[in-house]
């Protein structure tokens, strides 16, 4: 069993930048690969990125590609998410998981659990 606890939200002027991590415990971390996703207020909760055990394959959402970038460090057990030129429309609270399953595509939450309880990005005009 894996928890996840993300930090490095706040607010942020539009085109600034911030850096969220995803810190693991347990000795298995570094065998998950594990999802970025966001939930903005009164919408669903969507695909930010992934990031295999290795950091040897990772993808991002259409939305944020070119401007945040996923990365891990086993050794820390952390995960990370640089968010760059950011865009009023990234405010959400930012969740990390554990992909548990192939049974749904990478971008689908069910297919992940060991949820963390997130962290609020605001990002203003």
């Known amino acids: 069993q894996v928890q996840l606890v993300e930090s490095g939200g706040g607010l942020v002027q539009a085109g600034g930048s911030l850096r969220l991590s995803c810190a693991g415990s347990g000795r298995t971390f570094s065998n998950y690969a594990i999802g970025w996703f966001r939930q903005a207020p009164g919408k669903d909760r969507e695909f930010v990125a992934f990031?295999?055990?290795?950091?040897?394959?990772?993808d991002s959402a259409d939305s944020v590609k070119g401007r945040f970038t996923i990365s891990r460090d086993n050794a820390k057990k952390a995960v990370y998410l640089q968010m760059n030129s950011l865009k009023r429309e990234d405010t959400a609270v930012y969740y990390c998981a554990t992909w548990r399953t192939s049974y749904y595509t990478r971008n689908d939450p069910r297919g992940y659990d060991n949820w963390g309880q997130g962290t609020l990005v605001t990002v203003s005009s």
């Open positions: 990031i295999n055990w290795s950091g040897g394959n990772a």
